[in-house]
């Protein structure tokens, strides 16, 4: 078990050195990414659950659900709930978004490396550029898995927090 684990650290590192320095970038980005989107998902199981039974209760104990006012309260309590559940998905969705980007970033900054080595030994040795040519396809693929799975899980909470809101809404009826 424990050579496996060191195994699986020796892959890594090997990994994270044929990638380069913009892979590091990457898997940061990536480390950020998925820090909010779990603290999203367990937002909106605990917490936001809590602030939805407050509101309703909160609705239900209400003795004016018709009038103006009150419509406006309605309103505002659904719009306060929307803020703290909608709170980071933007951010997610930047995130999502850079990572192809950074994987682009590693494709030139490989291909330069290749070009510089072809310079330098004069362009035929193909062990020399390999180097360059992992640096360069490493990153895209990195960045393009972390843009696919977070749009995956961006969707997912976008979906549940629309869900979620749409209920709340239904839930807090407009007159008695």
């Not at 367990?42 to 209760?57: E, Q």
């Amino acid at each position: 078990m424990y050579f496996a684990f060191l195994d699986i650290i020796d892959s890594v590192n090997l990994f994270m050195e044929r990638g380069g320095s913009v892979l590091t970038i990457i898997a940061w980005l990536l480390f950020v990414k998925w820090s909010l989107v779990f603290e999203r998902i367990w937002y909106l199981n605990t917490t936001h659950k809590k602030n939805v039974k407050f509101a309703l209760a909160e609705w239900n104990a209400r003795s004016d659900t018709k009038s103006w006012s009150a419509h406006q309260i309605r309103t505002m309590m659904i719009s306060k709930i929307s803020l703290d559940v909608r709170n980071t998905l933007p951010i997610i969705e930047v995130l999502v978004t850079i990572c192809p980007l950074l994987g682009l970033i590693g494709t030139v900054t490989g291909m330069i490396e290749v070009f510089f080595v072809m310079a330098v030994s004069g362009g035929g040795d193909a062990k020399s550029m390999a180097g360059g040519v992992s640096k360069a396809t490493i990153p895209t693929m990195a960045g393009m898995v972390g843009a696919i799975s977070g749009i995956f899980a961006s969707n997912y909470l976008k979906a549940k927090v629309d869900r979620d809101l749409e209920l709340l809404a239904d839930h807090l009826p407009l007159s008695n």
